[in-house]
């Protein structure tokens, strides 16, 4: 969520103009990060409701703003480890020529 807050911000400011420097710093930021999910025994399925529920906020955050995209994630694994991968395709304008990729892939693991 955090991830996303900062893409936002540094569209929003550069699309009204403001200086690029929390752009160009949101562009030094890594695209992989690693997490863990407190629960010791952990499904997969979980992981993927998680999933759905981000790209439900992701959706809804775009649409309020007046920016559209596509979405996608998908979750992959084997026992206690995987990762969930989002990825955003936003579109700024409605011609479709501004626009930016959000793109993040989160390791976790069931301690």
Sequence with gaps: ME?????????????????????????????????????????????????KAFMGFLKFDLTSRGWGGEFEYSVMGIQGQGYLNVRVDTLFDAAGKDKATFERKVNYICP
């Design 3 to 51: 991830e996303w807050c900062i893409f936002v911000d540094a569209h929003t400011q550069r699309l009204s103009g403001l200086e690029q420097t929390a752009l160009n710093n949101m562009l030094k930021r890594p695209t992989e990060v690693w997490g863990t999910t407190g629960i010791e025994r952990c499904a997969h399925q979980e992981i993927d409701d998680v999933g």
